[in-house]
């Protein structure tokens, strides 16, 4: 069977260069003798694949040398916790912005350990479009949940104090999450918490304080130089821009599909859209299926459709998705 399009929002596809590279290595890395599964994450082998790894994530996304990069167990959901737990030191309050379900999950979390004040909310809107903006207090640092967005673009990290991800979306499989910090923000955890939570302690140990997510991480560190090979983040941003152009376009131009966000609030990575008859919907997935086009179900708190297309997402993939969208409209509309 020829491998198909999956716009799954996560675990999502690899590059199928990065998977190839994999199938090589897998029982033998570069000679060793034993795949990358089997080593020690103290040897050097290991530690070789560990440190090119980081070093081509920091190149992509020009990290500052002030910035701690670590590459965790947990999921990015783990890291709700842990960013007050790392980031309070001493005060009783965090300034949240509330825009949909997993800022949602983030502030239950927080309010274990703080008072969080919703500086702003898109609740009024249902999500649709981003809430007015807050005026914030001081140098307070900002932390952003980036899973979706990292590696899609280039961004500022200097602009920020924490960016986690977890890295089933744009970075590699699941079980991996990568935090990058500010250096000045670590150290001073909330008295009594478990020692992996503590940034500190986990970037004196290049992330090894416990066995990290030893293959993860090393795909990782093929899709980051698999990046490398192909541009880097300037390029990938051309292609996600017009990936997600044409695919809201065929949207738009359409009165069978609709999207309900914003224009200045829409994803490049992920395309959410409803059919005129929602009756029509499981038959839309299943001939979907059954052209290659898997996981457009839309999140389960929102129902239709959900088209995620992230970098490993071949413009291909796009044009097929949108082949296929408007037959089924001729057919169906």
Known sequence: MSRIYNFSAGPACLPEAVLQQAQQEMTDWQGCGMSVMEMSHRG???????????ADLRE???????YKVLFLQGGASAQFSNVPVNLLRGKKSADY??????????????????DVNVAASAEASNFSVLPAQSEWCGDVPLVAD???????????VSKFGVIYAGAQKN??????????????????TVPGMPVLCDYKIMADNDSMYNTPPTYGWYLAGLVFAWLKKNGGLSAMAEVNERKANKL??????????ANPIDLNCRSWMNVPFTLANAELDATFLSEAKAAGLVTLKGHRSVGGMRASIYNAMPEAGVDALISFMADFEKRQG
């Open 97 to 114: 912005i509330y825009t949909g379900q997993w800022s949602k999950k983030a502030i239950a979390e927080a309010k274990r350990f703080c």
């Open 146 to 156: 980036l899973s979706s967005t990292i590696l899609s673009r280039p961004i500022d």
């Open 60 to 66: 992509l996304m020009a990290i500052p040398d002030n």
């Open 248 to 257: 809201y376009a065929a949207i738009d131009d359409s009165d069978f599909y």
């Open 171 to 188: 970075i590699g499989p699941a079980g991996l999450t990568v935090v990058i910090v500010r250096d000045d923000l670590i150290g001073e």
């Open 44 to 54: 050097k082998e290991f530690m070789s694949i560990a440190a090119q790894a980081e």
